[in-house]
């Protein structure tokens, strides 16, 4: 049972960034899976859901209409686009495997966390 979350790196405002998400082992089958971000000094932050069959997402007010969140079961992997990123995005990303996309589910599955760094 292992998420692993990579792809982070250091990208200007105004850019686009990219990260991946693996997981591994049966208990992720048909698990929703989520993405967080934490930055200094903040507590975690819920950002973008999606069911395990890709059909429902559900976004934060925060990252609608920038961020894309998709999902390959064949190879177990959830991505995270990101466009239009600002300084304020700039934290340590999350991957998390839950029950369901609505707000407030349980994700009891975490993956290490990639840095994004956004410069201004």
């Known amino acids: 049972v292992q998420l692993q979350a990579s792809g982070g790196g250091l990208v200007q405002a105004g850019g686009s960034l990219k990260v991946s998400c693996a997981y591994s082992?049966?208990?992720?089958?048909?698990?929703?899976m989520g993405w967080f971000r934490q930055a200094p000094g903040k507590e975690r932050e819920f950002l973008v859901a999606i069911s395990w069959s890709g059909d429902s997402t559900y976004y934060s007010d925060t990252v609608k209409g920038r961020f894309t969140i998709s999902r390959d079961n064949a190879k177990k992997i959830v991505y995270l686009q990101m466009n239009s990123l600002k300084a304020e995005d700039t934290a340590v990303y999350y991957c998390?495997?839950?029950?369901?996309?609505?707000?407030?589910?349980?994700?009891?599955?975490w993956g290490q966390g990639t840095q994004v760094t956004v410069s201004s």
């Open positions: 082992g049966r208990t992720f089958s048909r698990c929703a």
């Open positions: 998390a495997a839950g029950i369901d996309v609505a707000p407030g589910s349980r994700y009891d599955y």
